[in-house]
């Protein structure tokens, strides 16, 4: 039943009963190989203490395939579903803080916004002639070696970096490379965590391998080592989607693994795509890295599609141009769903997404990943305002069910409190959600009220404790700045509550996106403009001599163009500038690329 709508390949990959390696193309079914494996794997937990770990890179594709199993009826209580920190503060950390000397005193995770404001105030307070954006702690310059120590590649950084590490210790502040890094130190300090944990792991599915960061790779080895063969693990991916290497993210080998896991691996793959037309295939494969042959497996296969390059548009003509390549789809019999217009940067899309409001009334649109508190997704705040923000559905029932269930959790530990306590559980956390109202109209004091009176609810006063306050203020802050930079930047985002909700309103519309929000996606059409020199690769990318700009070219195009079923439309407007007034370039692969392309 569970292998009723596979492939041969997909099944051979569902049933292999060892550690696997499974690289496979654009669209060829890697989300629903992963469904299935969990699907099958569920149904075969040799004992009620097991558990099976699917680790996702967002948290939105632990939801994807939490919503698949649904579909398929799977009962997901002994799933456990998220990217590697949660796994690791909800697995490692927090289990065994009392044995790490930086944590047993108790301590307070950070996130990016609080990370930055540190930084912030270290520039501030000594000259280290850097710039804050040049310093992202997982950028390249901090790079962590296998055996878990970290190398500061440019002298100069050195002072500031050490001072942020005090800075952490002298708060007792935990960010998120700190809490992989003490996870790894607990693991190999103490040896009986990782036999413990490979005890209830069954098995461990990485998805999106090829974007997992080496001191992820250590703890999963750690765990799969310490079982010697009582966990099975299976990481699945794309090589030519490593899309976040300027974050560290490595796809290792089958040989590298092995090494890791010190034992044998089998590496499968997948050939067929049930997405795209041959057409499309043949285009995308102009930026593939890899080898491998994809051939259209669906029934659009033979579609011709439409691919086009425009070089010549103004930017000021662009909102006309997209309104006319989305009228163009709908006339075909497309729905506005399966139209995404894909952009390199998130800050481009609100000005267009205004403009075509204006230009299509009659269109919805789908903006959602730039809600101005997308910045915090792993705050607790983020967690409670988003059940806040969005209504009950039939189609978000499972989904707020898992967040209340993660809200409840964590903040039992974050008082003190035993997590098991029914007062914390799902039920009452939505329970109190839907009880609170509030009048206010925007969406600051709107939040401030509901969240203060969410707490009160637990008889929780947030100045008790710490960490939450912390966490509190960071997220407004981190909604503030990102509100702030937009009002910067000539497109203010807008700030009443009514607005908060339609960024979470359920995906309706043609959708708006940055390419990397896009990942796993698919769409009838994908519309792609901003394909310039600076946006795409990103400045960053260019500065940094240690990165290969062509390969991150090469990959962004790679993503764009493979989320593409029929139709693909590629923009490099005109008219763009540097902060200095300096024309932007065209994308240096793409201007250069020879294809017969279709008129627009
Ligand atoms: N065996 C199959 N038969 C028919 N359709 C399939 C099959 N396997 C996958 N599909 C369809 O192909 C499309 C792509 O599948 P999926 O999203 O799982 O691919 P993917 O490998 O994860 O892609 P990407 O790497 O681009 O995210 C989906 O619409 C899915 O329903």
Not at 52 to 67: D, G, K, N, P, Q
Not at 140 to 146: D, S
Not at 426 to 449: C, F, G, W
Request: charged share 25%.
């Amino acid at each position: 039943m569970i292998l009723e709508d596979l492939n041969d390949e997909q099944k051979k990959a569902v049933c292999f009963d060892d550690h696997l390696l499974l690289t496979a193309c654009p669209g060829s079914g890697k989300t629903r190989v992963i469904s299935h494996i969990i699907a099958y794997e569920l149904g075969r937990l040799n004992s009620l203490n097991r558990r099976i770990v699917a680790l996702t890179f967002t948290i939105r594709a632990a939801e994807e395939i939490e919503r698949r199993l649904h579909l398929m009826e799977i009962e997901t209580s002994r799933l456990w579903s998220g990217n590697i920190h949660a796994f690791c503060l909800n697995w490692i950390l927090r289990p065994y803080a009392g044995f790490h000397p930086r944590t047993q005193r108790g301590f307070v995770i950070i996130d990016a916004v609080k990370t930055n404001e540190i930084l912030e105030v270290l520039l501030q307070k000594d000259d280290y002639s850097i710039i804050r954006e040049d310093f992202k702690f997982n950028s390249p310059i901090v790079k962590i070696q296998p055996n878990g120590s970290f190398i500061v590649k440019k002298p100069t950084h050195m002072p500031l970096f050490e001072a942020y590490r005090t800075e952490l210790e002298i708060n007792r502040f935990v960010d998120f490379e700190h809490l992989l890094f003490y996870s790894l130190e607990l693991l190999r300090s103490c040896p009986k965590i990782a036999v413990t944990l490979s005890g209830v792991f069954q098995n461990i599915l990485i998805d999106e391998f090829q974007d997992t960061q080496e001191l992820q790779y250590q703890i999963i080895f750690e765990i799969v080592t310490a079982g010697r063969g009582r966990t099975k693990v299976s990481f699945v991916g794309d090589c030519d989607q490593a899309i976040f290497s300027s974050l560290g993210g490595v796809a290792k080998s089958k040989e590298e693994i092995e090494a890791g896991i010190k034992a044998k691996v089998e590496s499968l793959d997948l050939s067929g795509n049930y997405r795209s037309n041959q057409r499309v295939i043949n285009y995308y494969r102009n930026f593939q890295t890899t080898p491998i042959e994809i051939t259209a497996r669906s029934l659009i296969r033979d579609n011709p599609g439409k691919i086009t390059l425009n070089k010549t548009l103004k930017r000021e003509n662009l909102a006309d141009e997209i309104a006319k390549l989305i009228q163009q789809s709908l006339n075909q019999g497309i729905v506005e769903e399966e139209i995404g217009i894909l952009v390199p940067q998130w800050l481009l899309i609100l000005p267009l997404a205004r403009k075509l409001k204006h230009l299509l009334p009659g269109v919805s649109f789908d903006a959602s990943g730039i809600a101005p508190m997308s910045d915090s997704r792993d705050n607790l705040f983020y967690k409670i305002a988003r059940l806040f923000l969005t209504a009950p559905s039939q189609r978000l029932y499972k989904v707020r069910q898992r967040w209340a269930t993660e809200i409840g959790l964590e903040l039992a530990l974050s008082i003190g409190c035993n997590q098991e306590n029914p007062q914390f559980s799902a039920r009452q956390v939505l329970k109190i959600v839907n009880s609170i109202q509030s009048s206010e109209t925007q969406a600051d004091p709107y939040l401030r009220e509901c969240l203060t009176n969410f707490l009160f609810a637990f008889h929780v006063k947030i100045s008790d404790f710490p960490a939450l306050s912390i966490s509190f203020e960071s997220y407004f802050r981190g909604i503030q700045r990102r509100i702030e930079r937009a009002k910067k930047e000539g497109d203010p985002l807008p700030e009443d509550i009514e607005s908060f909700r339609n960024f979470y309103r359920e995906a309706t519309g043609v959708v708006i996106s940055t390419v990397h929000g896009a990942k796993g996606e698919e769409y009838e059409t994908i519309i792609a403009f901003g394909l310039l020199k600076g946006f795409l690769p990103h400045w960053n990318d260019i500065i940094d001599k240690s990165i290969d700009e062509n390969d991150v070219s090469r990959k962004l195009l790679y993503v764009i163009c493979s989320r593409a079923k029929n139709n693909l439309h590629l923009i490099m407007e005109g008219g763009r500038t540097t902060r200095k007034g300096d024309p932007l370039e065209f994308n240096n692969l793409l201007s250069n690329l020879q294809f017969e392309y279709d008129e627009p």
